[in-house]
């Protein structure tokens, strides 16, 4: 018979050598002293209280002026002035939103406006102005209408290069179903579909009803669009057809897939 292997004669040796091996315990984690406890929340403690006093306390973040960008028509004095903000309180108390909200308030031509604190001294606003795509004559002024249709701003003077908005529907179906609103935001559909040439050429868009508005250029041109459906369409329709009749004097795209032109 073969004899024991090198291996089990090694593991015979191991198990006599002497008593099995214990094993090894882990020494239990030593817990900070209460003495550098006290000693860490006192020095949190004192942090925190030093930075509310820095936020709330100090001269360091205090308000120290108040800027605005972004005005057009307004001034940028006129824009801090509403906004009201108090010069010398803290910093991190104004409150970024109640601005917000009061200036959209009182200053109806502001379309949106962004309320940042510039640390250490400064609040910003910055401002966009609503941009009218139609006016309304009204007892000799003008109120301007933006491309949401909201009627935002009474003006003396007419601004240059946007359209009157003629609505002569007054008696009409389409007036009576659809309501004013509804037959203003066609036409600011209408003119935010406009060529760019063609918007610059546009001096009155006139609404009958839903689904006729025609549009008067300079030079005595006409034009049919129709709805303010297929917008794009129409555009790019009414482009061919001036540059394919550059002498026309009327043009109708209220159906864009058989356009017509005539006079001269």
Do not use: N
Request: charged letters at 25%; hydrophobic letters at 40%.
């Amino acid at each position: 018979m073969a004899g024991p292997t090198t291996a089990e004669r090694q593991d015979r040796q191991d198990a006599g050598s002497g008593p099995p091996r214990q094993p090894l315990l882990k020494r239990p984690k030593r817990l900070p002293k209460p003495r550098t406890l006290i000693v860490v929340m006192v020095c949190l403690a004192l942090l925190a209280g030093g930075g509310v006093w820095i936020l709330y306390g100090s001269q360091w973040t205090r308000v120290e002026r108040v800027s605005a960008t972004g005005t057009r028509v307004l001034t940028a004095e006129q824009v801090v002035e509403a906004a009201d903000v108090s010069v010398g309180s803290p910093l991190i108390s104004v409150d970024t939103d109640a601005i917000e909200a009061s200036l959209l308030r009182k200053l109806p031509r502001i379309d949106s406006v962004d309320v940042v604190r510039s640390w250490p001294h400064g609040i910003g606003l910055k401002v966009t102005e609503r941009r009218p795509v139609l006016i309304v004559e009204k007892g000799g002024k003008f109120v301007e209408v933006d491309a949401e249709g909201v009627r935002y701003a009474t003006v003396a003077r007419a601004p240059q290069g946007v359209p009157v908005l003629e609505l002569t529907a007054s008696h009409s179906a389409g007036l009576r179903r659809f309501g004013t609103a509804r037959l203003v935001r066609e036409a600011v559909l209408v003119a935010g579909s406009l060529p760019a040439a063609v918007a610059r050429a546009t001096r009155v868009v006139k609404v009958r009803s839903y689904d006729s508005v025609t549009l008067e250029l300079s030079g005595d041109r006409t034009v049919d669009w129709g709805s303010g459906e297929k917008g794009r369409a129409k555009a790019h329709t009414l482009i061919a057809l001036m540059k394919a009749t550059p002498g026309a004097a009327h043009f109708d795209v209220s159906v864009p897939t058989a356009p017509a032109s005539s006079g001269s």
